[in-house]
């Protein structure tokens, strides 16, 4: 069946203080890893796709990455406004999107 | 361009009563998704249609749960005589083609809380 986890639960930074999000994902054939983005009261808005192992994409402070296992999203120079949780989904060959429970970012000014 | 249209946003039912949820796709888009997210997990797939048609609803409860998209109008989350557990926000997305086709990720809406009391 497949799997996505999600670390850590939840992520606290100083603005300008960098990190990474991380997604460890079992699947039976990988068409794609997304990673979105969820403010409060809001559906995630979509940020990336990924294919295949060692593919990168670049957004702002944003770069998503990839393995065979697992998914970084690199946050460089955080503002106050990353702040939001942040979804990695993983689909298979069979199923629709499987989603971790998420990432809660807190970006301090 | 409107995006993925939900309402209400919210809804509040007495156990026992029926939840009617509404999606209008962005426009353009033929595909339709509903999700449910409980406090503190991810997102759950329930069920993919495309207008007049069920896809997948491999996610979707056997009973009292049903979806559909006809070809004029909006696509309706239907739950009968609703429960405590059935309490959550569900969120409705689209996408231009079908979901084999990875290169689009999916609009979302921003979601129907039911809170049922």
């Known amino acids: 069946e497949d799997q996505v986890t999600q670390s850590p639960e939840a992520l606290r930074l100083q603005e300008g203080e960098s990190s990474s999000l991380n997604c460890s994902y079992t699947v039976s054939g990988l068409r794609g890893l997304f990673w979105y983005r969820q403010d409060p009261g809001k559906g995630p808005e979509f940020l990336f796709t990924?294919?295949?192992a060692g593919e990168e994409k670049e957004k702002e402070r944003l770069k998503a990455t990839l393995t065979k296992k697992e998914s970084f999203l690199h946050i460089t120079a955080p503002k106050p406004e990353d702040s939001a949780t942040y979804l990695c989904a993983v689909q298979g060959v069979y199923n629709d999107m499987r989603f971790g429970a998420g990432t809660r970012l807190t970006v301090k000014p | 361009n409107a995006g993925v249209m939900q309402n209400p946003r919210h809804l509040v039912r007495r156990r026992g009563q029926e939840a009617r949820l509404r999606c209008s796709p962005m426009?353009?888009?033929?595909?339709v998704y509903w999700y449910r997210q409980l406090p503190e997990e991810g997102l759950k797939f329930m069920v993919y249609?495309?207008?007049?048609?069920?896809?997948?609803e491999s996610g979707m409860p056997k009973e009292r749960f049903s979806a559909e998209f006809p070809k004029e109008g909006p696509s309706i989350l239907r739950i009968q005589q609703v429960v405590r557990g059935d309490s959550a926000a569900y969120f409705c997305?689209?996408?231009?083609?079908?979901?084999?086709?990875?290169?689009?990720?999916?609009?979302f809406g921003s979601g129907t809380r039911l809170t049922v009391v």
């Open positions: 426009k353009g888009h033929s595909h």
């Open positions: 249609l495309q207008k007049e048609n069920i896809i997948d």
């Open positions: 990924l294919y295949s």
């Open positions: 997305a689209s996408s231009p083609k079908s979901r084999l086709n990875t290169n689009y990720g999916y609009t």
